[in-house]
């Protein structure tokens, strides 16, 4: 209805122009007017198409509305059933409360009774009891007492048998020590004796230049050395012949090296990887950690003029 009476209004407007126009203004009239037309007509487009979306919105208010009032109804409907579940819940642990209630306070008078009874039952017999440990007592007491102390006698005479024994035991070990130091000290200086022979017999062999110099002896007397040398530290300084030995070790040494021969010190000297020895580890606590001390000489390393003619085997301590 709206866009017949456009139409016609423009129809009218368009009549009248071009009663008062001629032809030229006539057609651009019209092109404008069919502009408008255009205009007018996208516009309508637009309202319908708004019209349409409120008409579908609505629609779908409506059915939402639908819908809330069907989940209230039904949430009402839940809830009050929940109500009344809840209720009867209630009152059934309302009444096992008071049931349990009764059941306690009726056990209570029972044991009660019972406890009374117990009571009574147990004075007696403690009663009866002390009357029998009244009469035995003493004598357990006293029987007890006699095993006890004759107990305690013969742990005594034992611990002092034993502690004597010990002493014995201790005083026969320390003899037989000092007696097996003393002799190893003579054997020493014995073979300290042999060891200078055969320094002497080196020295002649090593005077002939011609002749190939051999060392064999020379590291079997740079062995007994050390072995000697490692005795020594443990044997008590007031053993019989012990500081003879010690005059004969230096004396040997000094021939030893006359010869040509040296003894490289490696005793209590730090380890690195450079050293041409074979090494044995042994983890010490004492030791920080990366720390490694020679601390046992099992084979000496042995150079002649200068020259090693046997490498060390030792044995290193190294910190964790």
């Not at 403690?126 to 742990?155: C, E, G, H, P, R």
């Not at 000092?178 to 017999?201: G, R, Y």
């Amino acid at each position: 209805m709206k866009t017949k009476l456009i139409t016609i209004l423009l129809a009218i407007s368009v009549i009248s122009a071009f009663a008062q126009t001629d032809s030229l203004t006539f057609k651009k009239d019209i092109d404008e007017f069919n502009k408008k037309v255009s205009l007018l007509e996208s516009e309508l487009e637009t309202i319908r198409s708004a019209n349409h979306k409120i008409l579908q919105a609505n629609t779908t208010l409506k059915k939402s509305q639908s819908v809330l009032k069907t989940n209230y109804k039904n949430l009402s409907n839940d809830l009050e059933d929940y109500k009344i579940q809840s209720k009867s819940k209630i009152d059934s642990i309302h009444n096992r409360i008071n049931t349990n209630s009764a059941n306690i306070d009726k056990t209570a008078n029972e044991l009660g009774v019972k406890i009374e009874s117990t009571e009574e039952t147990t004075n007696q017999s403690i009663t009866d009891l002390n009357k029998t440990v009244s009469q035995n007592t003493l004598y357990w007491i006293i029987a007890i007492m006699a095993v006890a102390l004759f107990v305690l006698l013969i742990f005594i005479l034992l611990r002092k048998q034993i502690f004597k024994q010990k002493r014995d035991l201790e005083s026969d070990l320390q003899n037989t020590r000092k007696a097996l130091e003393e002799e190893s000290v003579k054997l020493d200086n014995k073979l300290i004796e042999v060891l200078e022979t055969q320094l002497k017999i080196i020295n002649n062999d090593n005077s002939n230049e011609n002749k190939e110099v051999d060392h064999t002896l020379a590291i079997k007397v740079a062995d007994e050395i050390i072995r000697i040398q490692k005795n020594l530290t443990r044997m008590d300084e007031k053993t019989k012949g012990l500081k003879q030995l010690t005059a004969s070790i230096k004396r040997i040494q000094d021939n030893f090296a006359s010869n040509g021969y040296e003894l490289v010190e490696l005793l209590g000297k730090p380890f690195n990887e450079g050293m041409k020895v074979s090494a044995n580890f042994i983890p010490d606590e004492d030791l920080e950690k990366g720390e490694q001390i020679i601390t046992r000489i099992i084979k000496p390393q042995v150079n002649y003029k200068d020259v090693m003619i046997q490498s060390a085997q030792i044995e290193v301590s190294q910190g964790e």
